[in-house]
């Protein structure tokens, strides 16, 4: 029950600041000359998950009164690189799309981008665990103050807790898809030439 009463308030936590940022996003959209947008929007996306991940270690901080390293913890970068991945394809999907060549290396390399920022976020945030200067600093505690105020407005409060509870499921189900991955996946042995043909049709 604590594991998924954790992963639910990630969850509520994910979506009040997704909120938030969306906001701050559009008003700097909006500040800056239309040229200048395209150029920072994966920079600005990779700056989300970086905030993002000090918000978790504040919150785990805040929760246990000490930040350390203990299940809580794990599972809170397990879901939280699961949350930065979620917009990732399948191999599936981009083969559905390949006859496209276009759409497929666009698809591609938002794969590739994607990736890049979960790994990079979840490394700093692991060295953030070890070095916690990040979570002092005004602007995590000003992240921290105002996704909580976003959090206790009547309705948008009850909004996240919906979108946490879904957050939950998903959660779960990539658990599971994770797991059943990683006991399905190809051991990669390469049969051999003898292995290759059937008793009766070795000549």
């Not at 105020?149 to 959660?171: H, N, Q, Y």
Request: aromatic share 18%.
């Amino acid at each position: 029950m604590k594991i998924l009463s954790l992963i639910f308030h990630l969850g509520v936590l994910f979506s009040a600041f997704a909120f938030l940022w969306f906001w701050l996003q559009l008003l700097l959209f909006i500040a800056l000359p239309e040229g200048i947008r395209n150029q920072i929007r994966y920079f600005l996306q990779l700056m989300q998950s970086l905030f993002l991940g000090t918000l978790v270690l504040k919150f785990i901080q805040m929760e246990d009164g000490v930040l350390a390293i203990n299940g809580t913890l794990v599972l809170s970068m397990m879901t939280y690189f699961l949350y930065l991945i979620r917009n990732i394809q399948s191999e599936e999907k981009r083969i559905q799309v390949q006859f496209y060549s276009n759409i497929y290396k666009k698809l591609k390399t938002k794969n590739n981008w994607e990736w890049a920022v979960a790994l990079i976020s979840l490394g700093v945030t692991i060295i953030w665990v070890f070095y916690p200067l990040a979570l002092d600093s005004v602007v995590t505690n000003w992240f921290y103050i105002q996704t909580h105020d976003v959090m206790e407005v009547p309705i948008l409060g009850w909004i996240f807790k919906i979108a946490g509870f879904f957050f939950l499921l998903a959660t779960l189900f990539r658990f599971i898809a994770a797991l059943r991955w990683i006991i399905d996946r190809p051991t990669g042995k390469v049969k051999s030439k003898d292995q290759e043909y059937d008793d009766y049709e070795e000549l």
